[in-house]
């Protein structure tokens, strides 16, 4: 498969899929979730052994794409396809490898957190901006995030939005390994190869035994998610934030 905003590739059992803006980091719109929708269902069709996650370019995904027109339409519908990818993340037979470089910002860093594995590049900072922007976090990372790296860290990370580089992100726990950048896809391709000779049906097994306390909550994570979201969408701060990034040019 190859759409404008994602590409997939499939070889021996492993599916890259790679988020294909490069042009704008690989941020957020409507068109990427649905593409990057189709290619999980598509790894998942095609019986991969594994997915692997990454972006094009300079960056696995720089969050949401502030630069876009505001959002119309349904907003809970808009924020529930987002968290989508969370959940086809998580129920996904196969594991999941993420290999990110560049920025991971926002949204971008909650693709990650949904992924069973995180391999992250040398030049890889890791952001939840969400709160500075008057905006509330999705993708389950209320649920995520706690259990990876505690809760006072977790707090901390969230209300101040601080990025986080490679190094710190590994030693909070947010990420299983740090590699020099420039040899980031060949150890995710070795991890996944590596994964991909493991039996299918144990490799599922494991993953779901693993998640299964883990995603019990989830649901409800998301949903409140959702609700603190429709609260902020259209608060003053968010109109003040947008329009500060905007006019950067």
């Known amino acids: 498969m190859t759409a404008s905003t994602v590409e997939c590739t499939h070889d021996n059992g492993i599916a890259v899929i790679a988020l294909n803006r490069p042009e704008r980091l690989n941020a957020v ?6 593409d990057l929708l189709g290619a999980l269902d598509e790894a998942a069709a095609r019986g ?5 996650l990454t972006g094009n370019g300079r960056a696995f ?10 959002a119309r339409g349904d907003s809970r519908a808009r924020i529930e396809r987002l968290q989508e990818v969370t959940r086809r993340l998580r129920a ?3 594991p999941v490898l993420a290999a990110v470089h560049g920025y991971a ?13 995180v391999l992250a590049a040398e ?16 993708g389950a990372a209320s649920r995520l995030l706690p259990l990876l790296v505690g809760p006072l860290k977790a707090k901390e990370l969230l209300l101040f939005g601080d990025r986080i580089d490679a190094a710190t992100a590994h030693r909070l726990g947010l990420v299983n390994a740090v590699v020099p950048a420039g040899e980031l896809r060949d150890h995710a391709l070795a991890w996944a190869k590596k994964l991909a000779e493991r039996p299918p049906a144990a490799a599922t097994l494991a993953k779901r035994a693993l998640d299964a306390g883990i995603d019990g909550a989830l649901d409800a994570a998301l949903e409140l998610e959702v609700s603190h ?21």
């Open 105 to 117: 910002i926002g949204a971008g860093a909650e693709f990650a957190l949904g992924c069973d594995l």
């Open 229 to 249: 979201a429709l609260i902020t969408e259209h608060s003053a701060e968010v109109a003040a934030s947008l329009e500060a990034f905007r006019s950067r040019g």
């Open 48 to 52: 991969a052994r594994v997915v692997v």
């Open 92 to 94: 996904l037979p196969q």
């Open 29 to 34: 719109v409507p068109a990427l979730v649905d």
């Open 123 to 138: 030049d890889a900072q890791f952001a939840f901006p969400e709160v500075g922007l008057g905006l509330s976090v999705t």
């Open 61 to 70: 995904c720089a969050g949401h794409d502030l630069k876009e027109p505001p």
